[in-house]
């Protein structure tokens, strides 16, 4: 079946690091893949997504490309931000299914 | 506003009193979901809901009902609470995959302790 797996944390970083979580997939067919991000006592947001192979996706500095290849989609921010501290899930929904299936999430923390 | 509502946001209950989380959208959204979301376990999915009528279990259903009468509502039925219910849930919406906007709206998240 379907599912992700994404680096553990906690990942501690100084601010204006560079950022990147691991996630890695296995699916049948052609997934869309999301990146969420949860700040303290909220739901989830969405923050990026890519829909098919060599896709990136981008918002707020951040990154992620689909890359069917190696069935990743790694996070990647170049300069980070305390406000950038929250769990980040990596998800994936299947071409054909309408579940969507989410890894186990990295918390992220950014000292000043 | 586009939002996801739950009710309650924090519940305290006993093992076996039955309780109804409800979750609302006005957005329209065919797809409705419930998550709980456990330490080290990410979120795992409870039922989901294609459209009015039409539900399905998730990963961990077992010990919990749904269902889906209106559009924009999908309450959470726990008939017999037990302990390890204890944990966070979410309800989340969106339009099905193939839509104009593929994404998952959430709600605030409902906290639920069962003693």
């Known amino acids: 079946g379907n599912s992700v797996t994404q680096m553990e944390g906690p990942v501690t970083l100084s601010e204006e690091a560079f950022l990147t979580i691991n996630c890695t997939y296995t699916?049948?067919?052609?997934?869309?893949l999301f990146w969420y991000v949860q700040y303290p006592g909220e739901g989830l947001q969405l923050l990026l997504k890519?829909?098919?192979?060599?896709d990136k996706g981008s918002n707020k500095g951040f990154e992620a490309t689909y890359r069917k290849e190696t069935t990743s989609f790694h996070l990647e921010k170049g300069s980070v931000q305390v406000s950038d501290s929250a769990v980040y899930f990596c998800?994936?929904?299947?071409?054909?299914?309408?579940?969507?299936?989410f890894g186990s999430g990295t918390r992220l923390s950014i000292r000043p | 506003e586009a939002q996801v509502t739950q009710n309650p946001r924090y519940l305290i209950t006993v093992t076996g009193k039955k309780l109804t989380v409800t979750c609302s959208q006005n957005?329209?959204?065919?797809?409705m979901s419930w998550y709980r979301q456990d330490p080290g376990l990410g979120l795992r999915q409870i039922y989901y809901?294609?459209?009015?009528?039409?539900?399905d279990k998730g990963d961990v259903p077992e010990g919990y009902k749904v269902s889906r009468k209106e559009k924009r509502n999908f309450p959470l039925i726990l008939e017999s609470p037990s302990p390890n219910q204890t944990s966070l849930y979410f309800c989340?919406?969106?339009?099905?995959?193939?839509?104009?906007?593929?994404?998952?709206?959430f709600g605030p998240g409902t906290r639920l302790l069962v003693l």
């Open positions: 957005m329209n959204h065919e797809y």
């Open positions: 890519a829909t098919k192979a060599d």
């Open positions: 989340a919406s969106s339009f099905l995959a193939g839509g104009p906007v593929e994404t998952q709206y």
């Open positions: 998800a994936l929904r299947g071409s054909s299914a309408s579940k969507i299936i």
């Open positions: 809901s294609m459209n009015v009528e039409v539900t």
């Open positions: 699916a049948t067919g052609y997934p869309s």
